[in-house]
């Protein structure tokens, strides 16, 4: 009874990085071409990712304009009568920007996109100043840009702080 408790429970377990990594080396082109197609079909994000690296990846410029033009749409349609449904739409917007970035994996195309978003949110009407909830995620939102940039090269770094301090003296909060 516990030997088929133990196999039941282990049935679906997801193998390791490793082990598929390795798995995946003795496969044919075909069998690759039909697992990624599977995956496409299963979940959408999968999909999304199989296009960035198909057709996005080799322009990541244009990558970075196409997502600043979908946050733009999303903040156009942010329901701001009271800030309850202000703030749950911008934290959608935000989930969504943040699995861009996970598909980019450049820490340039996190910094410009969040940076964006920054700006998007203090160009909010009703401000953003008077909830101290949104306050605080924009708050969150500087910080972890600030360590971002730290982490980049000299030049970048004194590049990306002077698009920082230029959206943060917009408006200070």
């Known amino acids: 009874m516990i030997l088929l408790l133990y196999e039941i429970s282990n049935f679906m377990k997801a193998a390791t990085l490793a082990e ?3 798995e ?3 496969k044919s082109e075909e069998e690759l071409l039909s697992y990624c197609l599977s995956l496409s079909r299963f979940k959408k994000e999968n999909k999304e990712l199989l ?8 322009d990541e410029e244009g990558y970075i304009q196409s997502v600043k033009n979908e946050i733009d749409l999303q903040f156009s349609e942010i329901n701001n009568q ?3 449904w202000m703030k749950k739409t911008i934290r959608k917007v935000l989930r969504h920007t943040r699995k861009y970035i996970r598909y980019s994996k ?4 996190e910094l410009e996109l969040l940076i964006y978003f920054c700006h998007k949110m203090l160009l909010l009407r009703p401000s953003i100043k008077e909830n101290t ?4 995620l924009y708050n969150r939102l500087v910080i ?3 360590k971002t940039i730290a982490k980049m090269e000299e030049d970048l770094q004194y590049d990306y ?7 943060l003296g917009e408006k200070a909060l």
Not at 51 to 58: G, H, M, P, Q, R
Not at 133 to 136: A, E, H, M, S, T
Not at 161 to 167: A, D, Q, T, Y
């Open 20 to 22: 598929i990594k390795k």
């Open 24 to 26: 995946l080396q003795h």
């Open 51 to 58: 296009t960035y690296l198909l057709f996005e990846a080799s």
């Open 82 to 84: 009271n800030y309850y």
């Open 106 to 109: 450049k820490k340039t195309t």
């Open 133 to 136: 909830v949104l306050i605080n």
């Open 144 to 146: 972890s840009i600030r």
């Open 161 to 167: 702080n002077l698009k920082l301090e230029e959206v």
